[in-house]
């Protein structure tokens, strides 16, 4: 049974950090490149960051030099270190498996395995 499960969110002041993390089982993660996206009432989902299995990281612009994609050892546990955080970060984050080993451009739109998120909100 694949499941994917997030922890980590909470609430914090804008300028503040957190660590979330995910631990995934059920599937064969070198063949799936892995991320994170967020998704805010009103507003559309965001691939935040991903890293495929060859390693390569990429990072959305909106947070770029503040959130730091990582992996486990064994790749089935995924981090995502936020700082400097701001209140327009406020959003349901998920972890989200894609076919294939190079996350594309839109791989956060149609991923074949999601956890059911964790909340993070920022205060001002």
């Known amino acids: 049974q694949v499941q994917l499960v997030e922890s980590g969110g909470g609430s914090v002041q804008a300028g503040g950090s957190l660590t979330l993390s995910c631990t995934a089982s059920?599937?064969?993660?070198?063949?799936?490149?892995m991320g994170w996206f967020r998704q805010a009432p009103g507003k559309e989902r965001e691939g935040v960051a991903s890293?495929?299995?060859?390693?390569?990281?990429n990072v959305a612009d909106s947070v770029k030099g503040r959130f730091t994609i990582s992996q486990g050892n064994l790749k089935r546990t995924l981090y995502l270190q936020m700082n400097s955080v701001r209140p327009e970060d406020t959003a349901m984050y998920h972890c989200?498996?894609?076919?294939?080993?190079?996350?594309?451009?839109?791989?956060?739109?149609?991923?074949?395995?999601w956890g059911q998120g964790t909340q993070v909100t920022v205060s001002s």
């Open positions: 989200a498996a894609a076919w294939g080993g190079v996350c594309g451009r839109s791989w956060y739109t149609s991923p074949r395995f």
């Open positions: 890293i495929n299995t060859d390693g390569r990281r």
């Open positions: 059920g599937f064969d993660y070198s063949s799936y490149c």
